[in-house]
């Protein structure tokens, strides 16, 4: 049995819907999990922000545009009435709910409940399609069985034995299907994986079920090796380690969700990344065996923020580090990449919502400095400190821009430099022509 994930782009038209009924393999009794159609959750935030605003019509008029693409997906997908009208109820259902909040003050458990529609919506149009053609699908209801515990984490054990009963439950389905993103919170809410939390759903399906393999099907063939959106010419990499993975989905590489790598990693299920427009491609493979000593791609991770507290009492001072550390865990708030000296020390961190708290604290320690609108710059590969190039190729490659901070050493996975954000698109393709040339 393979958990297929398919993103929002696979399912963004009828067409690709169809598409991506031709790649499921019913029969294997896969898990198939679906991201909203693309441009639907986007529509459906927007929508919560309107409310949010106390702009009703703004509202209205996101929700009617979504509601009449949805019309026309259905007459477009389906050909038959009862589909249609299965499919439509469906659809409905999920509009009916979100309208209902235009009358009324909006909350964050209803913003939620509004996010959550669009992977229902999709599942239930894939569901319709797949019944017209003849195949057997049964829908696992994500919020009957994906919950997360008070500290967000997924609850395994219940996922576990819940998503097991409901698959035991329909012993003649050809092909399971679910929503990716959507869950519940600790309180039975509806909650969400955060946004492009549909790879982590698959993974933790992929898991608990103990899985053959979790595919991650999507709008590229695999993970490149530098970011398509900003350096042309990239490459797909064949292989990764799982923690070279987990480094390049943490650090920015959009393709793969930053907590979806764990739960396959722990779990030893390999994870194939593969594109749904090319099917034929072999997309890239991530499991872990033993990573072969080259360089493998490069991420880059916005909207960071570095924080410099230099104490003159840091000298032959033993302490400083642990309450450094320890002010931002009071206000938790995790910390990215660090750099120390005899006078002081450096950290990054991407939540800055308690950075003013967290300032505060640390002036009783050192002074404090602040430098926003960075970039972590992360260069990921198997390297062994022994083999010495990569380091001084990483560095010669970023010759003429400034770097504020430098890190490795934390794994052998990855080495990492703070950029300012005007310099993150010509660091990029500089490491690239240097590295992959
Ligand atoms: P989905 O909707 O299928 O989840 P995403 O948009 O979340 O797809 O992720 C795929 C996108 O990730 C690609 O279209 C690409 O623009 C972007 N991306 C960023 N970095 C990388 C990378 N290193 N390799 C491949 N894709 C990347
Ligand atoms: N639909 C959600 C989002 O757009 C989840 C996902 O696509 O993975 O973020
Ligand atoms: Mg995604």
Redesign the pocket.
């Known amino acids: 049995m393979k958990v297929l994930k ?5 399912v963004g038209s009828p067409e690709r819907i169809r598409n991506v009924a031709s790649l499921i393999m019913p029969g294997n009794r896969n898990v198939v999990v679906l ?1 909203a159609m ?1 441009g639907t959750t986007n529509s459906l935030v927007e929508i919560a922000e309107y409310l949010y605003k106390g702009n009703i019509p703004g509202a209205q008029e996101t929700l009617n545009g979504l509601r009449s693409k949805y019309e026309g997906v259905v007459v477009e997908l389906l050909a038959t009435e009862e589909s249609r009208r299965s499919a439509t109820g469906a659809i409905e259902r999920s509009f009916g709910l979100v309208r209902a909040f235009l009358s009324e003050p909006i909350t964050e458990a209803g913003e939620k409940e509004i996010l959550a529609q669009g992977e229902l919506m999709s599942t239930a149009l894939m569901q319709a399609y797949l019944t017209e053609q003849g195949v057997r699908s049964e829908l696992l209801p994500a919020l009957d069985y994906m919950r997360t515990l008070e500290s967000g984490e997924p609850d395994m054990v219940h996922i576990q034995s819940r998503l097991r009963r409901l698959i035991d439950l329909a012993p003649d389905a050809d092909v399971f299907l679910t929503q990716g993103y959507i869950c519940r919170n600790d309180h039975g809410g509806i909650d969400n994986l955060k946004r ?1 939390g ?2 982590y759903t698959a993974s933790i399906i992929g898991a608990v079920l103990d899985a053959e393999e979790i595919q ?5 063939d ?8 900003f350096v042309e010419g ?1 490459r ?1 990499v064949g292989k990764l380690h799982f923690e070279e993975a987990a480094e ?1 989905a943490y650090f ?4 793969l969700h930053p907590s979806c790598v764990l739960p396959a990693k722990l779990h030893n299920i390999p994870v194939r990344l593969l594109n749904t427009m090319q099917p034929e491609t072999p997309g890239t493979l991530i499991c872990n065996t033993t990573p072969d000593g080259s360089l493998k ?1 490069i ?1 880059a991770k916005d909207n960071i923020t570095a924080v410099k507290i230099k104490s003159g009492r840091m000298l032959l001072a033993y302490g400083f580090l642990h309450k450094v550390f320890e002010t931002f865990e009071n206000y938790r708030t995790s910390i990215d990449m660090m750099a120390t000296s005899e006078v002081g020390v450096s950290v990054t961190v991407d939540d800055d919502s308690r950075l003013a708290a967290i300032i505060d604290d640390l002036k009783h320690f050192g002074t404090v400095s602040v430098d926003r609108d960075m970039v972590i710059i992360c260069v990921v590969g198997d390297l062994q400190w022994e083999e010495c190039s990569f380091q001084s190729q990483v560095l010669e490659a970023l010759e003429g821009i400034p770097v504020r901070m430098i890190s490795y050493g934390g794994s052998n996975y990855n080495i990492s430099v703070l950029v300012r954000r005007d310099d993150k698109v010509r660091a990029l393709k500089a490491l690239s022509n240097k590295l992959f040339k």
Not at 252 to 255: E, P, R, V
Request: without cysteine.
């Open positions: 398919f993103g929002g782009t696979s991201s693309s492009g549909s790879d991650i099907w999507t709008d590229i695999g993970m490149h090796n530098n970011d398509p959106r990239t797909p390049l920015g590489a959009k393709i791609a991420a």
